[in-house]
């Protein structure tokens, strides 16, 4: 595989933009973004577990339920959740790029992304969509941007990798900041793949590559209502399509992991306020799914994740995370080290403390970038969660987020 510019429109026949229409005060921020295939594509999606979705996720359901589709819009400032006519103006949003691409309603997948329970106009996208529409290009860039709420950062990726001979590429962009809390999907993420691939494969892969990438993401421990990850595939590449589980099918995943995965920790990074990408690395696991629970208790840990931010070499609320995760866990076994670009640190052996320096552990958690390595001594099973550090800012920014 090799990483390459272009994020979502770097596989052939695949066009997007984004726009500021409104939604947002903002003038100088886009709120409407929109991405095309040339063809009809395998489309394949996973969504939030909150009870309460939003109204674009319920449509979105509906018009993926025959595997295929061939655009995505999305809109940012607001959810369109909790909202009467919610699912009036989801299925209005499809109608208006029906109405400017010539692509039928029902093959438009809709999301929306920003204020839950406040009412969503459908006037400002009407008058702005056909500028959307017109402008359709290379503008990866312009539609990550234009679905970003609080973050601070477009996230966007695209790599090039071969199926039976023929190169393929896939792309993707993604928003994510807050409300990131493992339980699937947890965050806005569409992709895109010239590959030839049939639905049932694609979601497939998707199902599965998810339980090790955006279902072990957490910034706060909130799941979001509008949760979404999307991945059409048009074909465009020409390779044999890919139908049953084979060593194409296993490329293929590869590289979708590899999108997904970058886009975990892009979004883990830019977590509202954040100051560093916390990364915990289970191993030696009874199982993966142990591996699995310890990661993510210890990443969604508000004492660890505070502790990260001063710096503070506290391995006891590592162990802390551990103990209370309700896995099959052997205590006295575990083992716990910290490691940055500026170093190691053994702090914790056989589930006891050991003696290290404190200017040394400063030295290596005050880098923007930090692991924590969890050996549990029991198996062969490992597992990798993603986050970032608790600070002051998370705080100011959630506490005025509606203003």
Not at 258 to 274: F, N, P, Q, T, W
Not at 345 to 365: D, H, I, M, W, Y
Not at 382 to 403: F, H, M, P, Q, S
């Amino acid at each position: 595989m090799e990483k390459i510019n272009g994020g979502v429109c770097a596989p052939q026949g695949f066009k997007a933009n984004g726009v500021h229409c409104g939604i947002r005060k903002n003038k100088t921020k886009r709120d409407l973004a929109l991405i095309v295939s040339e063809t009809r594509c395998a489309a394949a999606c996973v969504y939030t577990q909150n009870l309460v979705k939003g109204s674009p996720i319920l449509v979105t359901k509906k018009h993926v339920a025959d595997g295929y589709a061939q655009a995505i819009v999305c809109n940012s400032g607001n959810a369109n959740t909790c909202n009467a006519d919610g699912e009036e103006i989801a299925e209005g949003m499809c109608g208006l790029v029906a109405q400017h691409t010539g692509i039928a309603a029902e093959d438009v997948v809709v999301a929306s992304t920003g204020v839950i329970g406040r009412p969503l106009s459908l006037e400002p996208m009407a008058e702005h969509m056909e500028e959307l529409a017109a402008g359709l290009g290379a503008y990866s860039t312009e539609a990550a941007q234009a679905i970003m709420t609080t973050d601070t950062v477009e996230k966007q990726i695209a790599y090039t990798f071969r199926l039976g001979g023929k190169l393929c590429t896939i792309g993707a962009i993604g928003k994510g900041v807050g409300m990131i809390n493992p339980n699937m999907a947890t965050m806005l993420v569409f992709v895109t793949t010239d590959a030839a691939i049939s639905p049932a494969m694609l979601q497939k892969a998707l199902s599965e590559n998810v339980k090790d990438t955006f279902n072990m993401v957490s910034v706060d421990g909130d799941t979001s209502t509008n949760d979404m990850v999307c991945v059409l595939a048009n074909g465009l590449a020409g390779n044999e399509p890919v139908t049953e589980a084979g060593k194409d099918y296993a490329a293929f995943r590869k590289a979708l992991y590899a999108v997904m995965e970058y886009l975990c920790r892009c979004i883990a990074k830019d977590g509202e306020g954040a100051t560093k990408l916390l990364e915990c690395k289970v191993s030696g696991a009874k199982s993966k799914a142990v591996a699995r629970t310890v990661a993510k208790s210890v990443i969604k840990s508000s004492l660890f994740k505070a502790a990260m931010f001063g710096a503070d070499a506290n391995w006891g609320r590592v162990l802390c995370a551990v103990g209370y995760a309700g896995a099959d866990v052997d205590v006295t076994k575990v083992d716990v080290s910290f490691r940055s670009r500026a170093g190691e640190l053994t702090v914790c052996q056989n589930g006891s403390g050991v003696p290290f320096s404190e200017e040394e552990a400063k030295r290596v958690l005050s880098e923007d970038e930090i692991a924590v390595l969890i050996a549990l001594n029991s198996g062969k099973a490992k597992a990798t969660a993603w986050g970032c550090d608790l600070t002051y800012e998370y705080v100011r920014i959630n506490g005025d987020y509606r203003t």
